[in-house]
């Protein structure tokens, strides 16, 4: 086994197994560390498919910002265990499971059935250091995105300020 | 141009990395259908979201194409502005009903 293969063993258990575990543990707090844990297994494995820009702004916008703010909200309102009422829907979990399952059964068959890309592609193009990725993100990012670019800074703007209205107190 | 690093030839099949979110995914569906907690089912979505973005990175890997990247990167921006505004509807929710389970909010059903 080669140290890539141990790398993408080791990260990709951590994110499946903690995954698992959030859908499992019944405490919503539990159930958001899990996924901090699954998040930095995918930062790994981005880091593995040559992309640390994207697995630094994972960690840092998911697990340092995105589940910060899932936190408050589960101990603002105080949430700590999901109401354990006895099975009150018995039939819809059943449909979910079989849902689950089919839904699960035909994309992972659909997904390992794709061609395979042409990987070779790789070797023909110029060969850029992985320190030199930033710049060439950052140069499309003002160039063929521009647009969307500030169109995100717009719709950041407006979410930020819908959460400030949603969330505030009403004033009678 | 826009051609990523020439870091090599994976040392992990493709195929893995596309298993792996694909298996987040189904995970992330399991929880959005069974869980019965709002805040627990928008958990489960990121979780999709991210599986999504693991797949998105593989397939830039593959081409060596940066465009890739960048979906991926607005993919995060748009997660952190829906995270914003599906947390306050969730909090505005408790305000009015007490609870954020799924179950007992049945207005708009009938």
């Known amino acids: 086994m080669s140290a890539a293969a141990v790398v993408f063993a080791f990260a990709s258990g951590l994110a499946i197994v903690f995954a698992l575990l959030m859908v499992l543990l019944k405490t919503p707090v539990k159930s958001v560390l899990a996924l901090v844990v699954t998040f930095f297994g995918l930062a790994i494995l981005s880091v593995q498919l040559a992309a640390p820009f994207i697995a630094a702004i994972q960690i840092i916008v998911y697990a340092g910002a995105i589940l910060v703010l899932f936190l408050f909200v589960i101990m603002l309102l105080n949430l700590n265990e999901e109401a354990r009422e006895k099975d009150a829907r018995p039939v819809q979990k059943a449909l979910g499971l079989v849902t689950v399952v089919a839904l699960g059964g035909v994309l992972l068959g659909a997904t390992l059935r794709a061609p395979e890309a042409p990987v070779t592609r790789l070797a023909s193009g110029p060969r850029v250091p992985v320190a030199d990725e930033i710049p060439v993100l950052g140069r499309l990012l003002f160039s063929d995105y521009l647009f969307a670019f500030e169109a995100m800074s717009v719709l950041l703007l407006v979410a930020a300020v819908g959460a400030l209205i949603l969330s505030k107190r009403r004033m009678d | ?110």
């Open chain 2, 1 to 110: 141009m826009n051609v990523l690093s020439g870091v090599a030839p994976m040392g992990v099949p493709p195929a893995a990395y596309l298993f792996v979110g694909t298996v987040l995914f189904a995970i992330g569906i399991a929880g959005a259908l069974l869980k019965r907690n709002a805040l627990s089912i928008f958990l489960s979505i990121e979780l999709m979201m991210n599986a999504v973005n693991l797949l998105i990175l593989t397939y830039a890997r593959m081409r060596g194409d940066a465009a890739g990247q960048m979906i991926v990167f607005f993919v995060i921006a748009i997660a952190a502005a829906e995270a914003a505004v599906g947390l306050a509807v969730f909090v505005a929710l408790f305000r009015a009903r007490e609870t954020v389970e799924v179950d007992k909010v049945n207005l708009l059903k009938w």
